[in-house]
């Protein structure tokens, strides 16, 4: 008999989509992929030559469970300067990629059972990782800004609720949360006791406002929440599987604890880059950023000529476009249409449903804008078939 845990936990749908269209294009099919979570670019090559010089001193060894001590004191002083979170080192445990870091936080601050409350839509690995640590995943639905409130935490809180993951900047929505939305946010955990585990990994890539952390916004909201970030969106790190998380030292002790019976340290070469990028940064991440907006912004436009509703990105490198209005007896959800397009339009996006909202896709401008332009015709060829059809 095999894990009944385990073989509960879904498979990530966009490893099955990339076997899909990587199966089309050995067959000489061009594909236009919208499906990928990761920059594009190549990772900034003052990182590189960092880790090279390293690796050619040939002494790589194990280090402190949280992570080199520099490392961490690096990390530290950003999130003390530029997000206005006051911790030391020792709040700090470096690890293997966000998605570990938000496991071990789920791991050290909850018990079976207890609930964790997950705005929709949300991402995919949310519910999966609540599973592994025998919590309740409590979905909630969102506001007319596609954004939790306090009165909807209101409704769908109980005895049982310990925890609200908050992913700011969203993925797939992009949208960012304003400090007034945040406060009022931050104080209702505070006042009924609850977790949040801020899930800021697309911090630096926020377009129009102002990006805030919402441990930033008191001590007493510091106290109870969990910040996650790492490298590999700000500095196409994505393949260094570097993140961290920053909390009050009695949770940081427990998650260095797991931590170090399951991957010990992360990646020794991995957080000599990580140190590298954050102390000697350079102007080839603040170009990717612009980049990535004015990619965001050619979408938008283009979108908006095809009158094709969508939620504005304000962050991240995604946009969620609503595509229920061409269900139809053919495509009835959002698998089906994303299904459709690949096999028809050679255009691959990710469906809605995985994010736990059927109306939509989400593309990923994570792609040059040559791809972009082109993969945005192939969707209004779809729409003028879809016209001429009816």
């Not at 950023?289 to 000529?305: C, G, V």
Request: hydrophobic share 35%; charged share 25%; net charge negative.
């Amino acid at each position: 008999m095999l894990s009944n845990k385990i073989n509960s936990i879904n498979p990530s749908l966009t490893l099955e989509l990339s076997a899909k269209i990587n199966k089309m294009k050995s067959d000489g099919i061009e594909v236009y992929n919208f499906t990928v979570g990761e920059p594009d670019f190549k990772t900034p090559r003052y990182i590189i030559d960092s880790a090279m010089e390293y690796l050619d001193e040939g002494i790589v060894r194990y280090t402190d469970t949280s992570g080199i001590a520099e490392l961490r004191e690096e990390i530290s002083k950003k999130l003390n300067t530029v997000n206005g979170i006051k911790c030391d080192k020792d709040s700090i445990v470096v690890s293997t990629g966000a998605k570990q870091a938000i496991v071990n936080s789920l791991f050290a601050i909850t018990n079976p059972n207890d609930e964790v409350l997950i705005p929709k839509p949300y991402w995919l690995s949310y519910p999966e990782m609540c599973k592994l640590t025998d919590c309740k995943t409590v979905t909630i639905p969102y506001n007319e800004q596609y954004k939790v409130d306090v009165n909807i935490l209101d409704k769908y809180k109980t005895d049982n609720t310990k925890c609200l993951i908050l992913n700011n900047p969203s993925n797939p929505t992009g949208v960012i949360y304003s400090k007034e939305e945040l406060l009022e946010i931050g104080n209702w955990a505070v006042k009924n006791k609850i977790f949040i585990i801020s899930d800021e990994i697309y911090e630096r890539l926020s377009y129009d406002k102002k990006f805030i952390s919402i441990a930033s916004l008191s001590d007493e909201i510091n106290d109870i929440t969990i910040t996650i970030n790492g490298f590999s969106k700000s500095y196409a790190m994505t393949g260094f599987r570097l993140g961290y998380s920053c909390s009050r030292r009695d949770i940081s002790k427990l998650i260095k604890r797991l931590q170090g019976h399951i991957t010990s340290n992360a990646n020794t070469i991995s957080q000599i880059a990580g140190l590298t990028a954050l102390k000697s940064e350079s102007v080839e991440v603040n170009d990717m950023i612009d980049e990535f907006k004015a990619r965001r912004n050619y979408i938008m436009e283009q979108l908006d000529e095809l009158n094709i509703k969508y939620i504005k990105p304000e962050g991240a490198f995604y946009v969620f476009i609503k595509m229920s209005d061409f269900y139809n007896d053919k495509v009835q959800n959002s698998l089906e249409i994303c299904d459709y397009l690949l096999s028809n339009y050679n255009i691959a996006f990710v469906p809605g449903v995985v994010f736990g909202d059927d109306n939509f896709i989400r593309m990923s401008y994570a792609a040059s804008i040559e791809d972009i332009k082109n993969g945005l015709n192939k969707l209004k060829n779809f729409i003028q078939d879809q016209k001429m059809a009816n």
